[in-house]
């Protein structure tokens, strides 16, 4: 196999919401600014004697993070993640210098539930978690549309059998 062929033979069939990427940057924002706004006047207002100095450097590096995040980061983080999903299995593939796959039998899977904090549910997304007895592995952020038909796919394969309803 090529390389271009083994690295497609890794990707799944959906991409995540292309929102996504603007969420993941409004994210490392807000966290950034909460993160410079202490490291910044906990100093003024503490005593920190000889470690004052270090507030100010943990200001800087959040600064030059967030920079980092936002400048390509959160893209690649984008451009680099993939998932598949049907009635037999979830498939979640995210990295390229580090790949990680992720590889689920919907048989396993007690539970899915879809999660949505106040910015995701600003923006029309979702995350989508699977639980199985061993973990729990998340999918997202996705259209909210689209993770009510990850999580009825996978539900919709882990119906009782016919003997056990007719009982």
């Known amino acids: 196999m090529t390389p271009s062929s083994t690295q497609n033979a890794y990707q799944g069939t959906h991409r995540l919401a292309a929102l996504g990427v603007r969420y993941w940057n409004i994210r490392a924002l807000l966290l950034g600014a909460v993160v410079f706004i202490v490291c910044s006047v906990a100093p ?6 000889r470690y004052s100095g270090v507030a100010w450097v943990i200001a800087g590096l959040t600064v030059l993070s967030v920079v980092i995040d936002v400048s390509f980061v959160n893209a690649l983080r984008f451009r680099n993640s993939s998932y598949t999903v049907s009635a037999e299995h979830v498939y ?5 210098v580090v790949r990680k796959t992720i590889t689920i039998d919907t048989r396993q899977i007690l539970n899915v539930v879809i999660r949505q904090g106040p910015l995701l549910r600003s923006m029309g997304l979702a995350n989508v978690c699977f639980t199985n007895i061993m973990e729990s592995d998340a999918l997202g952020p996705l259209l909210l549309d689209e993770a009510e038909r990850v999580r009825s796919v996978v539900l919709g394969s882990v119906e009782e059998p016919a003997e056990v309803r007719a009982s």
């Open 44 to 49: 003024l207002l503490i005593d920190l004697g």
């Open 92 to 96: 979640i593939a995210t990295g390229r």
